[in-house]
Antibody, heavy 120, light 107 residues
Framework: QVQLVESGGGVVQPGRSLRLSCAAS????????MHWVRQAPGKGLEWVAV????????FYADSVRGRFTVSRDNSKNTLYLQMNSLRAEDTAVYYC?????????????WGQGTLVTVSS | EVVLTQSPAILSLSPGERATLSCRAS??????LAWYQQKPGQSPRLLIY???NRATGIPARFSGSGSGTDFTLTISSLEPEDFAVYYC?????????FGGGTKVEIK
């Protein structure tokens, strides 16, 4: 069965960096676009970034562009989110999510999420 | 950016009642709209894609309709497990955006 397992969250000071990982299993990872979506405590969902199945395209939300970088290693079935220059407003649960079909941009499987807290 | 406005923010209903949730887009998104359900402490679950297509394993009591700027998610008869928060999401324009959510609570 499809599984997405995020890791790498934690407490970090403003201005510092953190890298999240999402380990995928149960499907052919290299054929799906993958996304990061976040949810601040008690708030709604915010799309963060996408990477095409072959890394040919990446898109970001305005709120993270220039600070966050999405990448993937198809040989390891793993998605990453490098987060630099973190701000208090980046505090959220970060989910990785799979597209329903390649290029579909709708998410049929989600991980359990990893909490990132940016605080001094 | 396409802004999705969901209404009402909170819907108080009893089991067995019909729920009608609205999602309005600030510009046309054609039929490129999805609906998700999220229960407390859980990840979102895809219910509807392309405005009106039920995702795999979703019960028939869930239905979606609409196109352009106005969309509706209908739950024909609420089951106890349907009380949750529902989000719409558009994929017509970058950046992808979600609505603010509608909480369906037990009356």
């Amino acid at each position: 069965q499809v599984q997405l397992v995020e890791s790498g969250g934690g407490v970090v000071q403003p201005g510092r960096s953190l890298r999240l990982s999402c380990a995928a299993s149960g499907f052919t990872f290299s054929t799906y676009g993958m996304h990061w979506v976040r949810q601040a405590p008690g708030k709604g969902l915010e799309w963060v970034a996408v990477i095409w199945y072959d890394e040919s395209n990446k898109f970001y939300a305005d709120s993270v562009r220039g600070r966050f970088t999405v990448s993937r290693d198809n040989s390891k079935n793993t998605l990453y989110l490098q987060m630099n220059s973190l701000r208090a407003e980046d505090t959220a649960v970060y989910y990785c999510a799979r597209e329903r079909l390649n290029g579909d941009l709708q998410f049929d499987y989600w991980g359990q999420g990893t909490l990132v807290t940016v605080s001094s | 950016e396409v802004v999705l406005t969901q209404s009402p923010a909170i819907l108080s209903l009893s089991p067995g009642e019909r729920a009608t949730l609205s999602c309005r887009a600030s510009q046309s998104v054609s039929s490129y709209l999805a609906w998700y359900q999220q229960k407390p402490g859980q990840s979102p679950r895809l219910l509807i894609y392309a405005a009106s297509n039920r995702a795999t394993g979703i019960p028939a009591r869930f239905s979606g309709s609409g196109s352009g700027t106005d969309f509706t998610l209908t739950i024909s008869s609420l089951e106890p497990e349907d009380f949750a928060v529902y989000y719409c999401q558009q994929r017509s324009n970058w950046p992808l955006t979600f609505g603010g959510g509608t909480k369906v609570e037990i009356k």
